[in-house]
């Protein structure tokens, strides 16, 4: 079986994700990894390292969606298997491809069962579905934190696409957060944040516990609504899914919505001030106390034993 997985990147780097999906695909076939954009050169030689890649196409050409969905219908005749990100890359790409193919895709993807045998997340994440799809292409979204990173050290080879693919849409600009944490969606640790933060200076406290730790920031809906945080810090149903080996919530209460998007956590610490929220009862370990006392005191222990990173 062939499969052909599009790599994930964000400036100049290959995006952490990509990585996990490919562990995930080679669980269907020999891969072959898309990159496309211009001076891309550095991503497709990390793609050339990724374990189970076969060979690495590259395509100059626009990052639009319609643009990727079309060079991926050019290419999707010579595989099996056209698999993304669920990201936001993959949520926008793929549904086009599907409907250029007229092929139903199969999203989201927890668990590869079999060759057409796919478990996938429903209802918030409250059930899960198994999914069998007999098409005879098909187009899969996965999502990475279901995956663990394929291992470096391969030598794939690199082809250069001749073909540049016309998209109807123009990039205007990219509007970038910088940010020197983790990657959110791939990060061992996650430091999560409630509308109990009460402003976006106060936010700056678990920023700073993140820091200490390693972990990349998150944050409820709440949180960011009331503009305590950005946009893509939110974790949950209409966020990020997140599968850190360790997630603080802090003035978090655990409303259904939020907790889909951390069920992939390994083990769950709350910090909250009732013993009753749902996160609460839910967690590994939890402190009940005050966030504003709390904190503070745990910066403090961990700059007393030199904790950094
Ligand atoms: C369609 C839809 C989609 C949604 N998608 C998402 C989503 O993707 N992600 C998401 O997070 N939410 C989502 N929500 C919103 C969700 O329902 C909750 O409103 C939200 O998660 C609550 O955020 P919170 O825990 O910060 O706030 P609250 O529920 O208000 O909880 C605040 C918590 O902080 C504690 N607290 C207060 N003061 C302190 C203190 N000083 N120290 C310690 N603890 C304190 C309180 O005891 C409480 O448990 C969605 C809602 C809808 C309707």
Same mark, same amino acid.
Do not use: C
């Given at each position: ?50 374990? @189970?890649? #076969? ?7 626009? $990052? %639009?969606?319609?643009?990727? /969905? !079309?060079?991926? +219908? ?123 933060? @009460?402003? #976006? ?7 700073? $516990? %993140?820091?200490?730790?390693? /972990? !990349?920031?998150? +944050? ?90």
């Amino acid at each position: 079986m062939r499969v052909l997985v599009l790599a994930d990147h964000d400036a100049g780097l290959l995006a952490p994700a990509t990585a996990r999906i490919v562990q995930g695909a080679t669980a269907l076939g020999a891969i072959d990894l898309l990159v496309v954009g211009d001076d891309i050169a550095a991503i497709a030689q990390s793609a050339a390292a990724l374990a @189970g890649v #076969a060979k690495v196409l590259t395509g100059k050409g626009s $990052l %639009a969606a319609d643009g990727l /969905a !079309a060079r991926l +219908a050019a290419l999707a005749g010579d595989y099996d298997y056209v698999v993304a990100s669920a990201g936001s890359v993959g949520k926008d790409v793929m549904p086009r491809l599907a409907a250029l193919l007229d092929v139903m895709p199969v999203t989201d993807i927890v668990t590869i069962l079999g060759p057409t045998r796919f478990e996938r997340p429903i209802y918030a994440g409250n059930a899960v579905q198994t999914v069998t799809d007999n098409q005879p292409r098909h187009i899969l979204t996965l999502r990475a934190s279901a995956f663990r990173p394929a291992a470096t050290g391969n030598t794939a080879d690199i082809e250069a696409l001749d073909s540049d693919i016309a998209s109807l849409v123009t990039l205007l600009a990219n509007h970038r957060t910088l940010s020197d944490t983790p990657d959110l969606a791939t990060a061992q640790i996650v430091v999560g944040g409630g509308v109990a933060l @009460g402003s #976006a200076e106060n936010f700056q406290l678990i920023e700073k $516990l %993140a820091k200490r730790l390693g /972990a !990349a920031v998150g +944050a409820t809906r709440a949180a960011v609504d009331a503009g305590y945080a950005p946009n893509d810090w939110q974790i949950g149903q209409t966020g990020k899914i997140i599968a850190p080996d360790l997630y603080i919530a802090i003035g978090i209460s655990g409303a259904l919505q939020h907790l889909a998007g951390i069920q992939g956590a390994k083990k769950i610490v709350a910090i909250n001030t009732d013993a009753e929220a749902p996160l609460v009862k839910l967690a590994d370990v939890a402190l009940i106390g005050d966030l504003f006392e709390t904190i503070p005191q745990l910066i403090a222990e961990l700059d007393k034993r030199g904790v950094t990173h």
